[in-house]
């Protein structure tokens, strides 16, 4: 009985109880004793001890028998219902404690502002925490410490930095909160100020800290800081069995770009789980390496893990980027079957069906998603400016508009991006300014490089370069580059003098620049220019890293390289060029002089008829034959569709599709990323070799 009647002796024994039965047991000695009425604050610990075991009806049903109600039996309630994330009852419940005379203390008021941060209810929030200053508790670090969880969560970052600047004492928690909320806040730099700061004030971080450290330098691209917080929480044995961390680390180093570290980080773990495989998967398909993201696939699969919805995502992101669609059919069978068809997912399969060349399977799952975001209706809009259909991406963005969705930047770059590739300048200008003036989004670079390139792309160069000159902000690389495009195929030598300086002056790292510059000069006959270009060239080791093209036929895949000689169909290649070469001069001769001089552009590099196709190192031709119907491939083609993945311009493409003499079999579906680098030292190997390996992903994905 002595036992009983002492709180602190009552604690220890309720803890010890694992289930329903001695908590009902030691509560009904409780009640015939008459300890109730003894010490309220036994009553706290009873309603906590139901509330532990997951019995909430009980606890609830105590709490409201209760005639005495103290501050003790109020707080385990509230903590009770705010572990259960009944966050609407937590509120209540302190809004009914206040009402009823009852001073709150440091916990009832950490407990209700946390539940405002998760509702995000900023104004209830406030209030609260109002209340909480008027009873003393300003100063309290706990209390403090979730007023700023509510800032950070409600995005009022400014507010969470007065208020911490504020404080009396800190302890890791708050320090933890502003730094992941700066960094969530995209005040990255900040965030690791923050860091230094709390360093020197001797405080030493833990691991949630540590993963909002890790994320900034993440999103910096911070390699050498990364290392050192990487090297720090090694140092403090943080690392030991925290899969989160590790999985943080991964994902940091593969957003940087140091694959080989996000890999060796990956090997070391000693426990992984699906966000960890989806973490690395994510890294080689964003940095370009797609055969050894559906590599990852495979073996992630071959220890049991299933494909999260980041790995799938990634998975597709490589099949677009190397076109295959036959294995991004299989990964969307997966996903069918075996996943809730969510935005995220329908966003990337129309993203890589629309990159595969499949736009109309692309069409057909947008059509089927009931509740588009605007991301959807971007990546829609996107993958028909890709195909150079300016009229179908015009109709889109006006069902889209109609649709109350409000368009944002990155639409109406897609938009203005397509216009622009499909010739409708005055369209183009029209929703350039619409988007300043009636969506009142203001034009950043992107936004106004689309449309330099749409002027110069008509030859209305001189428009452009005012339209350069109004900017507020200094023109970057890509806007002059259009400009100088434009004046080199117009033969404007005026702007295309200030454009080509403007450019060297940026000091561009990609040789493809270095060459449109040198070309320029070239036809403005500057030869001291062009001679001082090719030394800088020559001097600078720069080296074009080539384009290919890639076709898939019969669900086998076909790319070249410039001046590759490897494929094993490349003599018949040629034999079909110098037909094509004969069939083209025939059309001279009928009139059809424009698709024919489409056609030598695309296929020889010039307009002469006598063009030698043995010379030419155009994989362009390459791929667009091995793709096409005649004499030449019966036993390769005949009766497959063939899809051509890269590389041909859309006017190109819109030609070959008029070329019934020709019998040209060619199901081109897509245009895209014709300046696209593949990481790879030997890109057509890689998509040649890699049949095997997809054909085993397949396997898996079906099953």
């Not at 075991?53 to 709490?63: K, N, P, Q, V, W």
């Not at 028909?384 to 889209?400: A, D, P, Q, T």
């Not at 070329?659 to 030292?681: E, M, R």
Request: charged fraction near 20%; include cysteine; aromatic fraction near 8%.
């Amino acid at each position: 009985m002595r036992l009983l009647s002492s709180p602190k002796r009552l604690k220890p024994l309720l803890l010890a109880c694992k289930d329903e039965a001695p908590v009902t047991q030691i509560h009904a000695l409780i009640i015939t004793t008459g300890i109730f009425s003894i010490n309220s604050s036994s009553n706290g610990l009873v309603i906590a001890s139901y509330a532990r075991i997951g019995d909430i009806t009980s606890a609830r049903h105590l709490f409201d028998k209760l005639p005495h109600r103290g501050v003790d039996a109020w707080n385990s309630i509230i903590v009770a219902y705010s572990r259960r994330y009944y966050l609407t009852e937590v509120l209540i419940l302190y809004h009914q404690m206040v009402n009823e005379g009852v001073k709150p203390d440091s916990s009832t008021f950490t407990v209700a502002i946390k539940a405002s941060s998760s509702l995000k209810d900023l104004e209830v929030g406030e209030r609260i925490w109002r209340r909480a200053v008027d009873f003393g508790y300003g100063c309290d670090v706990f209390v403090g410490s979730s007023v700023l969880n509510l800032y950070v969560k409600c995005g009022k970052i400014d507010e969470a930095k007065l208020v911490f600047d504020k404080m009396v004492k800190r302890d890791v928690v708050c320090w933890a909160t502003m730094i992941t909320g700066l960094v969530q806040n995209g005040k990255v730099l900040e965030a690791v100020d923050m860091f230094r700061r709390m360093r020197k004030e001797g405080i030493e971080g833990d691991g949630v800290l540590m993963l909002g450290l890790i994320q900034a330098c993440a999103n910096l691209g911070e390699s050498k800081l990364g290392l050192s917080v990487h090297g720090h929480v090694v140092r403090r044995e943080m690392l030991m069995d925290d899969v989160i961390l590790q999985t943080s680390l991964v994902d940091m180093y593969a957003k940087i770009g140091d694959l080989k570290l996000a890999s060796h980080v990956f090997k070391q773990m000693p426990r992984k789980n699906a966000v960890s495989w989806g973490a690395l998967i994510s890294g080689f398909a964003q940095n370009g390496f797609a055969e050894y993201a559906l590599d990852l696939l495979v073996e992630m699969q071959s220890f049991d893990f299933k494909p999260d919805t980041v790995a799938l995502v990634s998975a597709l992101l490589a099949c677009s980027q190397v076109g295959h669609l036959k294995l991004g059919k299989s990964i969307h069978g997966y996903i069918v079957r075996r996943l809730d068809f969510e935005l995220v997912l329908g966003t990337a399969l129309i993203d890589m069906y629309a990159k595969c060349g499949a736009l109309s399977c692309a069409r057909a799952i947008f059509d089927r998603v009931d509740s588009r975001d605007v991301i959807l209706w971007n990546t829609m809009i996107s993958s028909y400016g890709i195909h150079g259909y300016g009229k179908e991406v015009l109709s889109l963005f006006l069902k889209m508009k109609e649709a109350n969705i409000s368009p944002n930047h990155a639409t109406f770059a897609s938009l203005l991006s397509a216009l622009s590739h499909s010739g409708h300048v005055d369209v183009g200008q029209y929703w350039f300014n619409a988007m300043a003036n009636e969506c009142k989004i203001p034009p950043s670079e992107k936004h106004y490089a689309c449309m330099v390139d749409l002027l110069s792309r008509a030859g209305r160069v001189e428009e452009a370069y005012q339209l350069i000159e109004s900017m507020n902000t200094e023109p970057g690389l890509a806007i002059w580059v259009s400009l100088l495009s434009g004046c080199h195929n117009y033969r404007n030598f005026l702007f295309g003098e200030v454009a080509a300086k403007k450019i060297l002056d940026l000091n561009p790292d990609d040789l493809g620049i270095y060459a449109l510059v040198s070309n320029f000069f070239s036809l403005a006959r500057m030869w001291d220019r062009v001679s001082i270009l090719r030394k800088i060239m020559k001097e600078t080791g720069m080296k074009k890293v080539p384009g290919y093209s890639a076709v898939e036929v019969n669900g086998k895949h076909e790319a070249f390289l410039v001046e590759d000689k490897s494929h094993h169909h490349y003599e018949e290649i040629l034999q079909m060029l110098d037909s094509l070469d004969n069939e083209m001069r025939k059309i001279t001769f009928r009139g059809d002089v424009l698709a024919c001089q489409i056609l030598k552009l695309h296929f020889f590099g010039h307009l002469s008829c006598h063009a030698d196709p043995r010379n030419t190192g155009n994989s362009e031709a390459f791929t667009c034959l091995i793709g096409s119907q005649g004499p030449g491939f019966p036993s390769i083609t005949r009766g497959f569709v063939r899809r051509l993945m890269r590389n041909l311009a859309s006017r190109c493409l819109g030609e070959l599709r008029k070329l019934s003499a020709l019998k040209l079999a060619i199901f081109v579906n897509l245009t895209w990323d014709k300046h696209q680098k593949y990481k790879s030292s030997q890109p057509f190997c890689r998509v040649r070799g890699c049949s095997e390996k997809h054909g085993a992903l397949e396997h898996q994905m079906s099953g």
